[in-house]
C-alpha cells in the first residue's frame, strides 16, 4: 500500500465533527491492525493531516463527547 492509499484510508475513518476531523483511538488502532501498519504510521498521518485522536483509551488525547 502507498503511502496516498494509507492517508486516504486514514481519512475515510475519520469523521467530520464541528468542521474538525477526528479519529477515535480504538479505531486508530484497529485501522493500524486491519492496514498492518504501525500506530506511529497512523499518528503520523492524522497529525499530517489535521486529524484529531479523540476517546483516547490511556486518557491522554481528546474527549469522551467527540466535541
Same mark, same amino acid.
Given at each position: 500500500?502507498?503511502?496516498?492509499?494509507?492517508?486516504? @484510508?486514514?481519512?475515510?475513518?475519520?469523521? &467530520?465533527?464541528? =468542521?474538525? /476531523?477526528?479519529?477515535? %483511538?480504538?479505531?486508530?488502532?484497529?485501522?493500524?491492525?486491519?492496514?498492518?501498519?504501525?500506530? @506511529?504510521?497512523?499518528?503520523?498521518?492524522? &497529525?499530517?493531516? =489535521?486529524? /484529531?485522536?479523540?476517546? %483516547?483509551?490511556?486518557?491522554?488525547?481528546?474527549?469522551?463527547?467527540?466535541?
Amino acid at each position: 500500500m502507498t503511502q496516498d492509499e494509507l492517508t486516504e @484510508q486514514v481519512l475515510k475513518q475519520a469523521t &467530520q465533527v464541528n =468542521g474538525k /476531523k477526528k479519529l477515535s %483511538c480504538h479505531r486508530a488502532h484497529v485501522l493500524a491492525e486491519d492496514l498492518a501498519v504501525s500506530l @506511529q504510521a497512523i499518528g503520523t498521518i492524522c &497529525q499530517a493531516q =489535521g486529524v /484529531k485522536i479523540v476517546n %483516547c483509551q490511556l486518557g491522554c488525547f481528546g474527549d469522551k463527547t467527540g466535541g
